[in-house]
């Protein structure tokens, strides 16, 4: 280099000018992610998909508290490149060995003293980046607005639920992106908290189709020690950007250096499938971070659950109003009769779920509060020890003990968080004395201390900590209403589900709900959505009871078992109902919640998803469909059995007269022998499905 050369490229690095584009590409080549600074030292990155713009140029930083903003005036100051290639074994999952291969670009940039690395990592399905934070002369950092965009590079068809700080409990809207904005309110569903932010703001993980077919999945990956990230968009420029979550005074979060964010991602495919069967999200959280795994397990349980929900039975003890629990004597009270989780109640309960081979049973409303819990936003409701007098906490779980089985616990917080952490330690605690090894919680209302919304910064750093501490004490989380999952089930495996998003007990969301959630609330993993429901006019059996008729046949809540993969499945519905379609309830008995492999075989989101799985103990297979509100015809081709190899196939379908609407309950089951050249055609009633067991016909 000459020596006015030298000086202008030194120059240009002094002073932040623009950088060659620096790019990276997918192991197959498919995909290509590129980084740039522009003249003025901005951040900025786009993506192809096979030469097509699936992320045009988008601008990254951040706005501080009481600094000047990271967004322009960087410098480049290294880059580095590798790739990486594994096959790590989920502890429980969908395959028995997921691959993990990328190339990984991290830049280093400098604006002034303060330094930021990105580090982008470009899969075959999608990429991922992330913002580092060396250790620097800065110590710590307060977020007020993340900048990052996404700009989309056409108005593509969009399958979201509106941007909102506290719920995700939502069903979800179809349009195109220019669309939001008119139909904020399509879906709007009153909850006991709830913020929406912005007429343009949804949540991830965002599903969309391009008008030249390729799907796109947006969300975020490893969300740990910071906020949930939504979307909002420019609707002008079809340009979306990071929306974080506030905590009380306004800003995002605040760290200290070293730190990384979490993941921004972008999963893509050409098929609807390729964004169902990716593994993105899980890939991009770290490995196991516990030494011993050898006592979690993937569980089917059944409820005292179903018949609270649906108004049959009460949570609470009594009627007593405006009591303080401290000094409230339960002894001395009056009860009304109702309460679910009463002993011979429950014995019932553990007697079904013994006999039909069930691993756990939750029982809600165990614990005294119940009384003074829901919209009463009081600091200290429970303590998550102390019994109704009609639950005999020790009888109890020796008797399901005795019969093969354990009790789940259930820690609802009233999303007062202050107090479930003063009461962690000595509730995990009870549950070790008792031989309770699962927690089903939850966040319903706001969240107190008020001015925290349920997806703050130190609200995530909450519901981790819960999950880790349950860990120390061999302990299964299923939190409700917590922040919706980003993979960090990977990382801590005793995160065995949540809810987060709009599940069963909603009684009457549309049936298009069920082929959205797996391509949007199920990438950042399992969700208990609580299949199963057999009695679907829920005002024949709870007159005056909550929620009016599901729209789904019984082959459709069947085939849930397998088209929404979760480690932790429950049987929703009450044991009567189920003993009235004892045949068909034969297909929950069987169905395993571990599975070595599966195969999405077709899906259109908002349409229909039919799914294969593999038993991850035994040969068998086991088939789900569902479709929305339309009926449809399947075939579906045994290709995935083993050549050579014959199975009985039971076949759990709509009967001819079957309606998701109207006649719900109608089903037939068939059995035939099918072998990897068979084929069914089965055919699905509006908000209908089919379900199918496939064993080996003989012994090899
Ligand atoms: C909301 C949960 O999602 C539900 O399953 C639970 O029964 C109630 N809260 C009461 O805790
Ligand atoms: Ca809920």
Redesign the pocket.
Known sequence: MNAPIKLLALALILTGCGTKPETISSPDGNLEVTFELTDQGQPSYSAKYKGKDIVLPSLMGFDLKDAPSLTDNFRQTGIERSSFNETWVPVWGENDSIVNNYTQMTVSLEQGKRKMDIEFRAFDDGFGFRYIFPEQPTKTFTVTDELTQMAMAGDHMAWWIPGDYDTQ?YEYTKSRLSEIRSHADDNFMPNASQYRFSPTGVQTALMLRTNDSLYLNLHEAALVDFPAMHLDLNDSTLTFKAALTPGPDGTMATFSTPFKTPWRTVTVGEKATDILASNLTLNLNDPCALDDTSWIHPTKYMGV?WE??TGVSS?SYTNAENFDLATFDYSKANPHGRHGANNENVRRYIDFAADNGFDQLLV??WNIGWED?FGKEKDFVFDFVTPYPDFDIKALNDYAHSKGIKLMM?H?T?SAVDNYDRHMDGAYDLMNRYGYDAV?S???GNIIPKGEHHYSQKQVNHYLNAVKKAADKHIMVNA??AVRPTGLCRTYPNLVGN?SAM?Q?FGDMSPQHCTILPFTRLKGGPM?F?PGIFRMKITDFAPGGQGSQKRATIPNQLALYVTMYSPLQMAADMPEHYKAHYDAFQFIKDVPVDWSKSIYLDAEPGEFIVAARKDKNSDEWYVGGVTDENARQYTLHYNFLTPGKTYEATIYADAPDADGFTNPEAYTISKHIVSTESQDTIDMARGGGFAISIKPAEKD
Do not use: A, F
Request: aromatic share 18%; proline share 0%; hydrophobic share 25%.
């Open positions: 409990e659950w609270m929900i949570w809600e409303g819990w259930h609802e009233s089903k939850g966040y319903v409700h209403e809810e599940g007990e208990d609580t």
